[in-house]
């Protein structure tokens, strides 16, 4: 079946320390996005990518990066510079061009220690 | 800035009960949609309307549009208890280089009591 597929479900940060979330979509879609949501809120989005080897920020990419070096991944690291990570992060694809609906993981709780 | 405001926040009904809920956006969109986040999961993607549609059917779904009053509701019926989520209404706008970039509202949290 297709779909996307984020590791780990569960992730802990120490302080000073990057951490990298994965994401990885079998959809043969060009689009990739990374959002996060904080409790009782909606989704922000961090970064996206339409293609290969290019991506944008987002709302809020500050303290975050990623890269697009294949179609099926989309890694997001959350870098010590983030002051706040705690949160719910979702990965998310979709087909470019128009409105398309995006398929998301089910997501990485990423918790301070 | 969020683009869309779900209302109301949280809803509680008993089983075989309609659900209505509401979105209102502030800005000019070109569609909408509406999503379903269960616990702990990602988004589902239920249904898109398009800003010159009214109003749209996908099962036991039916969203209407108003453009002129900048809103919409997704109407859930005879609901079951597996209907228990958090909805969530995205709009979007084209920027540029043809990126479309989509906005989620803060959500509806459902509960279907059995």
């Known amino acids: 079946d297709g779909g996307i597929t984020q590791s780990p479900k569960y992730l802990f940060r120490k302080e000073g320390q990057n951490v990298t979330l994965s994401c990885e979509q079998n959809l043969n879609h060009d689009a990739m996005y990374w959002y996060r949501q904080d409790p009782g ?36 690291t959350v ?13 998310a694809s979709s087909i470019v061009g128009g409105t398309q609906p995006q398929h998301f993981g089910d997501g990485t709780r990423l918790s301070i220690l | 800035s969020q683009q869309g ?8 009904i008993q089983e075989g009960e309609n659900a209505t809920m509401n979105c209102s956006y502030k800005t000019s969109i070109n569609n909408l949609q509406w999503y379903r986040q269960n616990s702990g999961r990602g988004l589902v993607h239920l249904i898109l309307i398009r ?42 706008a084209f920027m540029s280089g043809g990126y479309q970039k989509v906005t989620f509202g803060t959500g509806t949290k459902l509960q279907v009591i059995p």
């Not at chain 2, 405001?5 to 509680?12: G, I, K, N, V």
């Not at chain 2, 039916?62 to 859930?76: A, E, G, N, W």
Request: proline share 3%.
């Open chain 1, 41 to 76: 809120q909606g989704l922000r989005l961090i970064y996206y990518s339409q293609i290969v080897n290019d991506f944008q920020k987002g709302d809020i990419a500050e303290g975050y990066s990623v890269s697009r070096e294949k179609k099926e991944s989309f890694p997001l």
């Open chain 1, 79 to 91: 870098t010590s510079a983030q002051k706040n990570p705690t949160a719910f992060y979702l990965c």
């Open chain 2, 5 to 12: 405001e779900e209302d109301p926040q949280a809803l509680s």
């Open chain 2, 51 to 92: 800003s010159n549609e009214r109003e749209k059917h996908s099962g036991r779904l039916r969203v209407t549009l108003d453009t002129s009053k900048k809103s919409s509701s997704l109407l859930i019926t005879a609901s079951r208890a597996a209907d228990t989520a958090s909805y969530f209404c995205a709009t979007d």
